[in-house]
């Protein structure tokens, strides 16, 4: 019997390699996207595309209508922007996903994050059972938190069968925000190395993300309603981490010392500016930014493993490789504004 799925983000870094591995496994492959070119490759490989906007209730219903499982992988997501628009992409958006789910009987398997834990010190192991803490730490954590509070009003009041994972830091060939930023970063001699670089940080290779998805979408039902955390399970130091990218790029790593308290208030004098002078583009470092790569924060995957069979394939090593491969190919992309 035929699977069929549907992507939202299909034409995201991970909803495009989730629906090209969709493929390989089978399934009959619908997403969502709003790039046109990015969904004309996904045509190309099989993939029914859809040109959709989440906001869109009644073409959300209608489009997921007549699938098994819906990956809800799209979202806004940045360290910076206006409230309103993370509300209406991760909020409003995810609101008409789930509705679909239900009124269509599909299940849902929900792309959230661990940003929701920040809390602006050294956390170490944190497991899904642990406290949130009292305020988010900004418009991206804050709306994803509320994201998770649609799945879960469903879950419990119309039965949706939901499973919502948390992926740390995904990155892979065709990623163009974690490692394309500290690439950039480097090449302009910005690269904050806060207290040494000796913040013990998790990351996620995309293909291991991926095979969560996949997982998720034929869990048991014990497995059902709960959240993941997702990431390699190899915490490392961010030093160690950057002079493995760097060595695999052949390329010199041109940090600038900093102690922590002089990197926030320097990342806060630079979103004021940004704020009040220059329209509210995103400043070049901001205060989040300074703790994801100054603050320790690793996760405890213990319940991905034990209910959902999770085990991380790929190796930071290895997945490193693989991004510094293509990136080289491609002649450095992010630099080129792809």
Request: proline fraction near 5%.
């Amino acid at each position: 019997m035929s699977r069929r799925a549907l992507v939202t983000g299909g034409t995201g870094f991970l909803g495009q390699r989730l629906a090209f591995r969709l493929l390989e496994e089978g399934y009959a492959v619908s997403a969502i996207g709003r790039n046109a070119r990015a969904g004309h490759e996904l045509e190309l490989m099989g993939v029914q595309f859809i040109p959709l906007d989440l906001c869109d209730a009644a073409r959300v219903k209608e489009a997921c209508r007549g699938h098994d499982t819906v990956f809800h992988c799209a979202a806004l997501s940045a360290p910076w922007g206006a409230y309103a628009d993370f509300y209406a992409s991760n909020v409003i958006g995810t609101r008409h996903v789930v509705q679909g789910c239900v009124s269509g009987g599909a299940r849902l398997v929900h792309v959230s994050t661990p940003s929701i834990y920040w809390n602006w010190r050294d956390r170490l192991n944190i497991s899904e059972a642990e406290p949130l803490p009292p305020k988010q730490a900004n418009a991206y954590a804050a709306t994803k938190l509320l994201a998770e509070r649609e799945v879960d009003q469903a879950v419990e009041e119309a039965g949706l069968h939901a499973i919502t994972l948390r992926p740390r830091a995904i990155f892979g060939p065709g990623d163009r925000a974690i490692l394309p930023r500290l690439i950039e970063a480097n090449r302009v001699g910005y690269m904050p190395l806060i207290r040494g670089g000796r913040s013990l940080l998790d990351v996620t290779y995309v293909d291991n993300v991926v095979d969560a998805l996949l997982l998720s979408a034929t869990a048991s039902p014990a497995a059902l309603g709960g959240k993941y955390n997702i990431t390699n399970g190899e915490p490392m130091l961010l030093s160690d981490m950057l002079a493995k990218l760097f060595a695999l790029l052949d390329a010199p790593f041109r940090p600038i010392p900093l102690a922590y308290p002089i990197a926030s208030a320097a990342a806060g004098l630079l979103e004021l500016h940004a704020r009040w002078l220059a329209g509210g583009k995103e400043p070049r470092l901001t205060r989040y930014t300074v703790g994801l790569i100054g603050r320790s924060q690793t996760l405890d995957i213990t319940a991905a493993r034990e209910k959902l069979g999770y085990k991380p394939r790929i190796s930071i090593e290895e997945g490193m490789r693989q991004f510094a491969e293509a990136w080289t190919q491609e002649g450095g992309a992010a630099l080129h504004g792809r």
